[in-house]
């Protein structure tokens, strides 16, 4: 059975950070791209960045310079580090699991950044 669980969300004020991580199960991690999503109140899940199985990463212009996504492969987690957060950060965060055809999801963890 497949599991990503996402952990460390939780509230924040502006400025701040938050180091949120996904465990998964289930999967030969090393060979799954990995990623954080994110959705607002009232608005479609975005990507935020993904992340190969050789660990370059992408991320969306919106968080470059303050988010850093990484892996590790022996413990087949996932981390997404989020520093100088904004309440524009404010999101259920999702971590996703994918290779073709294989895409999985975790049920997210709420992150909110007060002002």
């Known amino acids: 059975q497949v599991q990503l669980v996402e952990s460390g969300g939780g509230l924040v004020q502006a400025g701040g950070s938050l180091r949120l991580s996904c465990a998964t199960s289930?999967?030969?991690?090393?060979?799954?791209?990995m990623g954080w999503y994110r959705q607002a109140p009232g608005k479609q899940r975005e990507l935020v960045v993904t992340i190969t199985t050789g660990g370059s990463t992408n991320y969306v212009d919106s968080v470059k310079g303050r988010f850093t996504m990484s892996r590790d492969n022996a413990k087949n987690e996932v981390y997404l580090q989020m520093n100088s957060l904004k309440p524009e950060d404010t999101a259920v965060y999702y971590c996703?699991?994918?290779?073709?055809?294989?895409?999985?999801w975790g049920k997210g963890t709420l992150v909110t950044v007060s002002s």
């Open positions: 996703n699991a994918y290779q073709y055809p294989y895409n999985y």
């Open positions: 289930g999967i030969i991690f090393r060979i799954f791209a």
